[in-house]
């Protein structure tokens, strides 16, 4: 079974500029998670899609985090323009859903992304 | 989701029994105990969860005493590749609003 796939894995930008993260669940999966984690700290979500609709994006710098879940299986994660503090590990996880009854969830490899 | 407190670091010898604490004294009647681990440059990976009872799967033990307000994730017999940030959560069965909630974690470290 393939896992959770992301890319890229690394990214530099400077800061005000533009940059976009793919992930790609564990088919089947309903339930997908963005995570940001900062350096020294244990991750933090963003936005949680469950198909292709948000259920807690309330974590989520709307000013400049953008998301979205088309068709219910890949997602993107924007971030226009991008901040020094933006610099952190981007998490992309996955779960089966309801028919699990607990949330073991699955994640990615992430993209480590640093903003000069 | 009930708050959880672990240590921040720990060691132990190879070969040995690794026993991460976690306290977890506001936990709800239908909250799940979970622990995920974070090898260094990997993502989160589930260990194990339980609500009322002790669980063992190939991965590892874990005891919650009878009171659910602490548990303890054992590794029988550590290796080198079990260096890693131990995560306890306290969460409710899934939903499609239901989330893992990350602390800081508990960094084991183990000695040859």
């Known amino acids: 079974e393939a896992g959770v796939a992301q890319s890229p894995r690394y990214k530099i930008i400077e800061k005000r500029q533009s940059v976009a993260f793919w992930c790609n669940p564990i088919?089947?999966?309903?339930?997908l998670y963005w995570y940001q984690q900062i350096l020294g700290q244990g991750p933090k979500l963003l936005i949680q899609?469950?198909?292709?609709?948000?259920?807690?994006d309330s974590q989520l710098p709307k000013d400049r985090f953008s998301a979205e879940r088309l068709k219910g299986v890949d997602s993107t994660l924007k971030i226009q323009p991008a901040k020094l503090e933006d610099s952190a590990v981007y998490l992309c996880?996955?779960?089966?859903?309801?028919?699990?009854?607990?949330?073991?969830?699955?994640f990615g490899p992430g993209t480590r992304l640093t903003v000069l | 989701d009930a708050k959880t407190t672990q240590p921040t670091s720990m060691d132990c010898a190879e070969g040995r029994a690794a026993n991460l604490p976690c306290n977890h004294s506001?936990?709800?009647?239908?909250?799940?105990v979970y622990w995920y681990r974070q090898i260094h440059s990997q993502g989160p990976q589930y260990i194990i969860h339980?609500?009322?009872n002790n669980e063992t799967n190939e991965m590892a033990s874990l005891i919650i005493t009878e009171d659910r307000k602490s548990s303890t994730l054992i590794l029988p017999h550590a290796t080198l590749r079990d260096t890693a940030v131990y995560y306890c959560?306290?969460?409710?069965?899934?939903?499609?609003?239901?989330?893992?909630?990350f602390g800081s974690g508990t960094r084991l470290s183990i000695r040859p």
């Open positions: 088919s089947g999966h309903a339930t």
């Open positions: 996880a996955s779960s089966l859903g309801m028919g699990q009854g607990y949330n073991e969830q699955f």
């Open positions: 899609f469950q198909n292709n609709g948000v259920v807690d």
């Open positions: 959560i306290a969460s409710p069965p899934y939903s499609s609003a239901s989330k893992i909630i």
């Open positions: 339980g609500l009322k």
């Open positions: 506001t936990i709800s009647g239908n909250e799940y």
